[in-house]
């Protein structure tokens, strides 16, 4: 396949989590990033030995460009996607999708007026880890897929973010920033979404805002819930469990288990693309009256069924793929929406008191063909 030429506007705290292993899918041409900060963007390319540097408007203009990859703030995900389809090209944007269903659809209806691809990150469930657990489940080691609990929980990111204030902003908050690593994880396993019923709070208005140094100097306002908790009913009549909060100091729970009827697999960190899931089949001592302890029982790492060096690219090289084969990529604009949906139900469950019914609908991603160490991925 000719390469995908690719310019990428944003070169933020996220660029290297594309371009650090883009030399594993050579299929990819990184052409050119562009920024509002000259100096910044200069400095990436050469760091990355990019040949262009430009600013978003150049890159737009640039003919030898066919997908841009948008990895602006979320707030910016929506108009620069929107500039990059009028400018005739597909646009790949990291997640969140849109910040609204409203500009969702505006991306959705421009690109298919332009007759290109839109389609959002997180494509972490097209990772080695995500693919094996896939690939057990489908192959029936754990029965019919019933149930799932996911959570992401931490302290929050004003700890270590050096630009914290949009997190806890409108269109932000735990379950747009890390609830879409769970959310297409479970829509890779289950399909799509039927219903959403959540709660949302936020433990105080306020936060200290950590300096460099140690210590504290001001306050960040809190606008949005940091803590959501809810459950998933999906179409195929499986249920999750999500979770996904910055109050929460410590923990012991798991970040992915997928339960069937058979047995049960702990996933990888559905924000990884790597490590192994873990197997455990049903026991005989699991149907006495005192149960095997979590964590007990014979739990046994598999073996993966896919190249575990993935990383971002595989997104950038699985949605030019898609372009390239004229069919809608695993990461494409149905999806993207679908996600973003289930996303913004839990907050609106939360402040409706009741279930919220997901309108739109997805096909279940296509799994990826599975490859050793040293192949070259695939994505037919």
Known sequence: MEPIRVGIIGVGNVLNQYLDKIGVHPDVDIVALA??????????AE????RKALSPDELLADPEIELVLNLTPPKLHAPVSLQAIAAGKHVLSEKPFAT????????LDAAKEAGVYAGSAPTTFLGSG?????KLIDDGWIGEPVAAFGSFVNRGYEHWHPNVDPFYSPGA???????PYLITNLVNIFGPVQRVSASAAKSSDTRPRPTSTGGYNGEIEIKTPTHISGSIDFESGAVATVVVSWDVWNHNLPHFEIYGTAGSIAAPNPDHFDGAPVLRRGEPRDLSLDMTPPGGGDWRETALTHRDDAYRGIGLAEFGHA???????RTGGAFAYHVLEVLLAFEQSSQAGRHIEIASTCERPRPLPSVGPHEPYRFD
């Open 100 to 107: 609204s269903l409203e500009e969702a659809q505006q991306i």
């Open 47 to 50: 760091e990355y030995g990019v």
């Open 35 to 44: 920024d509002v900060n000259e100096a910044a963007v200069s400095a990436r």
């Open 173 to 179: 908050g735990p379950m747009l920033d890390i609830g």
């Open 323 to 329: 372009i390239r084969a004229g069919v809608e990529p």
């Open 130 to 134: 995500a693919q094996t657990s896939r």
